[in-house]
C-alpha cells in the first residue's frame, strides 16, 4: 500500500497525523533525550485489518462520504488484477482464431449476429458483402453509408453506380465475376470515420471472407481497408501505381468512388488503377 493511501486511510481511522520519534531521523544525542516518544502508528498489518473491516461496500465512514473513495481508487487483489489482465488479452485471439474455422454460411451467421463493438446498437442491418463468392477479383471497401445499412449491400447509391461503372469498364461486375465487401461491417453513426477497435474487431471476418474467396486479386478503395489489408498508414496517392502483397494475393490500391465523386479529375487515374489489376488477374491465370 502506497505512503499517500495509508495516510489518507489513517485520518479516517482517526489515527493521522502520525508521529516519528526523532532518533529515527536524526543521529544527535542531546535530540533523543529531549524529543518526547510518541506513540508510534500502528504497523502495516494491523492498519490493513482495520480498512478491511471498516471500508463498507457504499464506501462510507462514520455515516459520511469517504475521502478516500473520492481521492483513491478501490485496490483489486494483485491475482484478480493478473487474470484480468489475462482475460482482456486473450479474448480477442481466441475470437479471431474461432471466427477463423467457421464456414461461409457460418461466417454470414456471425456477423449477423456480431455484437462486438457499439456499432451494433446503432446499426439497422450488417454489411456481408455482395457478388460471387468464388469470384477471382474482389473490391474491398471501407464502410458502409446509409443507403448501405438500410438494405445491407455494399456500395449502393451513387458511390456504388460509379462503381459498377468502373468495373464495366474492364469487363466486370458484381453480378458475374466479382465479389464487393466493406472492412467494417456496420456502419458508423453519421458516417464518421471508423475507429481502430472497431476495425481490430471486425478485421478477423474480413480475413476469413479473403480466405474463403480465395481471390487472385484485390482491388483495395479507401485508407482504411488499405491499411487493414497492408497494415500500412500511407496515403493513397503514395501507395496506387504499385503491386502491394496480400498473405500471398497481389493487391492494387486506388481510391474510393465516393471519393472520386468528389474529385472528377481523378477519375482517370482510378481507371489506370482498374486496368493495373485487371492486368495482374491475366498474369496470374497465366
Same mark, same amino acid.
Given at each position: 500500500?502506497?505512503?499517500?493511501?495509508?495516510?489518507?486511510?489513517?485520518?479516517?481511522?482517526?489515527?493521522?497525523?502520525?508521529?516519528? +520519534?526523532?532518533?529515527?531521523?536524526?543521529?544527535?544525542?542531546?535530540?533523543?533525550?529531549?524529543?518526547?516518544?510518541?506513540?508510534?502508528?500502528? !504497523?502495516?498489518?494491523?492498519?490493513?485489518?482495520?480498512?478491511?473491516?471498516?471500508?463498507?461496500?457504499?464506501?462510507?465512514?462514520?455515516?459520511?462520504?469517504?475521502?478516500?473513495?473520492?481521492?483513491?481508487?478501490?485496490?483489486?487483489?494483485?491475482?484478480?488484477?493478473?487474470?484480468?489482465?489475462?482475460?482482456?488479452?486473450?479474448?480477442?485471439? &481466441?475470437?479471431?482464431?474461432?471466427?477463423?474455422?467457421?464456414?461461409?454460411?457460418?461466417?454470414?451467421?456471425?456477423?449477423?449476429?456480431?455484437?462486438?463493438?457499439?456499432?451494433?446498437?446503432?446499426?439497422?442491418?450488417?454489411?456481408?458483402?455482395?457478388?460471387?463468392?468464388?469470384?477471382?477479383?474482389?473490391?474491398?471497401?471501407?464502410?458502409?453509408?446509409?443507403?448501405?445499412?438500410?438494405?445491407?449491400?455494399?456500395?449502393?447509391?451513387?458511390?456504388?453506380?460509379?462503381?459498377?461503372?468502373?468495373?464495366?469498364?474492364?469487363?466486370?461486375?458484381?453480378?458475374?465475376?466479382?465479389?464487393?465487401?466493406?472492412?467494417? &461491417?456496420? +456502419?458508423? !453513426?453519421?458516417? +464518421?470515420?471508423?475507429?481502430?477497435?472497431?476495425?481490430?474487431?471486425?478485421?478477423?471476418?474480413?480475413?476469413?471472407?479473403?480466405?474463403?474467396?480465395?481471390?487472385?486479386?484485390?482491388?483495395?478503395?479507401?485508407?482504411?481497408?488499405?491499411?487493414?489489408?497492408?497494415?500500412?498508414?500511407?496515403?493513397?496517392?503514395?501507395?496506387?501505381?504499385?503491386?502491394?502483397?496480400?498473405?500471398?494475393?497481389?493487391?492494387?490500391?486506388?481510391?474510393?468512388?465516393?471519393?472520386?465523386?468528389?474529385?472528377?479529375?481523378? &477519375?482517370?487515374?482510378?481507371?489506370?488503377?482498374?486496368?493495373?489489376?485487371?492486368?495482374?488477374?491475366?498474369?496470374?491465370?497465366?
Amino acid at each position: 500500500m502506497s505512503d499517500g493511501r495509508r495516510e489518507l486511510i489513517l485520518e479516517e481511522l482517526g489515527l493521522a497525523p502520525c508521529w516519528v +520519534r526523532r532518533e529515527l531521523l536524526t543521529a544527535d544525542p542531546a535530540a533523543v533525550e529531549t524529543t518526547p516518544v510518541i506513540a508510534a502508528p500502528p !504497523p502495516s498489518a494491523a492498519i490493513d485489518a482495520a480498512i478491511d473491516s471498516v471500508i463498507a461496500p457504499t464506501q462510507t465512514l462514520g455515516g459520511r462520504p469517504s475521502r478516500i473513495a473520492q481521492v483513491m481508487p478501490a485496490e483489486k487483489p494483485a491475482d484478480v488484477q493478473a487474470t484480468q489482465a489475462v482475460a482482456v488479452s486473450t479474448e480477442p485471439d &481466441k475470437r479471431a482464431l474461432a471466427i477463423a474455422q467457421l464456414d461461409w454460411p457460418a461466417l454470414q451467421a456471425e456477423v449477423t449476429a456480431c455484437t462486438a463493438c457499439s456499432l451494433c446498437k446503432s446499426r439497422s442491418k450488417t454489411v456481408f458483402g455482395v457478388g460471387k463468392p468464388d469470384a477471382d477479383w474482389l473490391v474491398v471497401g471501407e464502410a458502409p453509408g446509409a443507403e448501405e445499412d438500410r438494405q445491407g449491400e455494399p456500395f449502393v447509391g451513387q458511390a456504388g453506380k460509379l462503381l459498377d461503372a468502373m468495373l464495366a469498364s474492364v469487363d466486370r461486375s458484381r453480378q458475374e465475376n466479382v465479389f464487393i465487401l466493406n472492412t467494417l &461491417k456496420c +456502419r458508423p !453513426p453519421q458516417n +464518421r470515420n471508423p475507429h481502430p477497435d472497431e476495425l481490430a474487431l471486425c478485421a478477423p471476418f474480413l480475413h476469413r471472407q479473403v480466405e474463403l474467396i480465395k481471390p487472385k486479386v484485390i482491388f483495395a478503395v479507401g485508407r482504411f481497408a488499405v491499411q487493414t489489408l497492408l497494415g500500412r498508414e500511407a496515403s493513397i496517392a503514395s501507395l496506387r501505381g504499385k503491386l502491394h502483397d496480400y498473405r500471398g494475393t497481389p493487391v492494387v490500391v486506388s481510391y474510393h468512388p465516393a471519393y472520386l465523386l468528389r474529385n472528377m479529375s481523378d &477519375k482517370y487515374k482510378a481507371w489506370q488503377d482498374l486496368v493495373m489489376a485487371n492486368r495482374t488477374l491475366e498474369k496470374h491465370k497465366d
